[in-house]
């Protein structure tokens, strides 16, 4: 059985009983960094075979796991933090192993998109960008494609782009666009960051520490209602004793906005 393992992403308390069993029972787990996950098997007292898998290990690498495995060996498979495959290495590995008919299963847990989403307190679809592209013109059609979806887009960040990437959407999707900024996630300095992304610039600066998952909002509908507008109908719908999802809904259906945009006003 091949085991796609999470593992925290800050915090090594996020991890589930599941997860550490089968960490402490399989022949050998593949990590994407061996020093990162000795720290977390040091911490839970696991003695397992660590084997370096990271997104320079070649097919050799790659064939050896899947020799193993078919030789009726247990591995799990690691990345640095949160989720593998979830912009990490494994998805070659894992399709291999799917054709060659080796048995696959996923442990659940965390990972820093959907640790952010659940921040960002909307419910609605979502794209997951990842990192943006590095080749500048595949970028700009990335940043093209968020200003003008009709959901949420979550993205990685390192922080020394951090800057220049808030001023990329700010050109795309104007000023106004509102963003949630979640640094640190389950850290000592995590900080979650709400407004606009004229307002996220002067907030970060230049330079930046940490890691960060930027969730941009959708592209508002043509609309003549204002912020005051809906937060006085939020007020009215709240203060006759709907719950915040419910007047959200009747508010979007009265001024004809979308729900996320009025249920982010009543946060
Ligand atoms: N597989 C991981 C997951 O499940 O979230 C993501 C790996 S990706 C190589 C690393 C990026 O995830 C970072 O650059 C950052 O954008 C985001 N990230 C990871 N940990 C984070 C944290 N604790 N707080 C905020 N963002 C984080």
């Keep these: 059985m091949l085991y796609i393992v999470a593992t925290p992403i800050g915090n090594l308390e996020d991890i589930t009983m599941r997860a550490l069993r089968v960490l402490g029972e399989v022949d050998v787990i593949a990590a994407e960094d061996t020093r990162r996950t ?14 370096s898998f990271h997104e320079h290990s070649d097919k050799g690498k790659r064939d050896r796991i899947i020799g193993e495995l078919l030789d ?7 990345s640095d933090a949160g ?29 820093a998109a959907i640790t952010a989403l659940t921040l960002s307190g909307q419910d609605g679809a979502f794209a997951f960008v990842g990192f943006l592209p590095k080749k500048a013109s595949d970028k700009a059609k990335a940043i093209e494609k968020i200003a003008e979806r009709d959901m949420v ?29 979640a640094k640190e996630l389950t850290k000592i300095h995590e900080h979650v960051f709400r407004g606009s992304l004229k307002e996220a610039i002067d907030f970060f600066g230049i330079e930046n520490k ?14 003549e209602a204002t912020d005051e507008q809906i937060i006085a109908l939020l007020d009215e719908y709240i203060t006759n004793g709907m719950t915040k999802k419910d007047a959200a809904n009747a508010t979007s259906k009265k001024l004809g906005i979308r729900p996320n945009r009025a249920y982010r006003l009543t946060l």
Excluded: F, Q, W
């Excluded at 009726?72 to 690691?78: F, H, T």
């Excluded at 989720?83 to 659940?108: C, F, K, Q």
């Excluded at 969730?215 to 043509?222: K, Q, Y």
């Design 38 to 51: 000795i720290k977390l098997l040091n911490h839970y007292e696991i003695k397992t075979k660590l084997l």
């Design 72 to 78: 009726g060996k247990d591995i799990a498979l690691v």
């Design 83 to 111: 989720t593998p495959l979830i912009s990490d290495p494994g998805a070659i590995l894992v399709s291999e192993a799917v054709s060659r008919g080796i048995e696959v299963t996923s442990m659940p847990g965390a990972c």
């Design 153 to 181: 887009s979550v993205l990685y960040e390192s922080p020394h782009a951090l800057s220049k990437t808030l001023d990329a959407l700010r050109i795309a999707c104007g000023e106004d666009r509102h963003i949630v900024v």
């Design 210 to 223: 940490g890691e960060y998952v930027l969730i941009v909002s959708e592209r508002e509908e043509e609309t």
